[in-house]
């Protein structure tokens, strides 16, 4: 997964607007650290669409608070942006996380 051209589907504003502009690559996987714990994360699948999650972490501990698959380019702004309102949305919409 090429991090540059993940980072241009989502879009500067929406970076700026999710993580403060902060994001982090390991292996094949793009964090972006939201705060209070939480972090999204963009994973490349093999059927080339992205898994998008949003991640409370706590020590060690990580729980998997939302996920949706088989997230287009042209989508993975807007679904990371709903991932990163752990406040005020539920991830993904209308099921309660």
């Not at 690559?25 to 669409?49: A, K, N, R």
Request: proline residues 3%; contains cysteine; aromatic residues 10%.
């Amino acid at each position: 997964m090429d991090a540059k051209q993940l980072l241009n589907q989502i879009g500067r504003v929406n970076l700026l607007c999710i993580s403060g502009g902060r994001s982090r690559f390991t292996g094949d996987t793009l964090i972006l650290p939201v705060g209070s714990g939480y972090t999204v994360e963009i994973t490349l699948d093999p059927s080339d669409t992205y898994t998008v999650r949003r991640v409370f972490t706590r020590g060690i501990k990580r729980w998997i608070k939302g996920e949706v698959k088989d997230v287009y380019a042209d989508e993975v702004g807007e679904i990371a942006y709903e991932a990163h309102a752990f406040r005020s949305y539920d991830f993904p919409k209308g099921v309660a996380a």
